[in-house]
Structures are given as C-alpha cells and as structure tokens.
C-alpha cells in the first residue's frame, strides 16, 4: 500500500465514485422519462396525423358535391412537420440516452 495515501483519502475517493454515478443514474432516469413523454406526444401526433389525413380524404370527396370550394386547412405541412420534428427529437433522445448507458 502507498504510504502518501492515507484510508481517508481512499474512502473519499470511493465516496466521490458512488456520488458520481448516482448523478449518473439520476441523468439517465430523467433521460428515460423525457424519452417516455417524447414517445408519447409522438404517437398522440401520429394518431392525429392519421385522422387528419382520413378527414381530408373524406373532404376531398365531399368538395366535388359543393359548388364553392372551402380552402382546405389539411392542405398545409404543419401536421406532418409537427410529427417529423417528433420523430427527429424521439431519435436524438434515444441517441443520446443509449451513449450516456454505454458511458456508465
């Protein structure tokens, strides 16, 4: 045993180790739950994706029947946009977490 280390500066050690993956274990619990939340809003943006998709193709059949035509507010990007960007933060997240796991 080296005697420049004395049994407190080894079990000061030993206690900043434990410190420092309990940070690390608390950083990963707050990663998996913003990762549950993420997953949820995205699967709540896909279900209305769909629905709006299913309302303007039942619109769609129904503008052929009315002498004026309604602007359409299903024809813009936002929906789509809205679920990219979900799944654009669900990846990086899931990145992101699976690192900070490997680092542990």
Do not use: C, W
């Amino acid at each position: 045993m080296n005697n420049d280390v004395s049994i407190d500066d080894i079990s000061e050690k030993i206690v900043d180790r434990l410190m420092q993956e309990r940070q690390s274990n608390e950083i990963v619990d707050e990663l998996n739950q913003e990762l549950v939340l993420l997953k949820n809003k995205y699967e709540e943006l896909e279900k209305q994706n769909q629905q709006l998709l299913l309302e303007k193709e039942d619109r769609s059949l129904v503008v052929g029947h009315h002498s004026t035509t309604e602007p359409n507010p299903f024809d813009s990007d936002e929906q789509v946009s809205a679920v990219t960007n979900a799944e654009v933060r669900l990846f990086l997240l899931s990145y992101f977490l699976s690192r900070s796991v490997l680092l542990l």
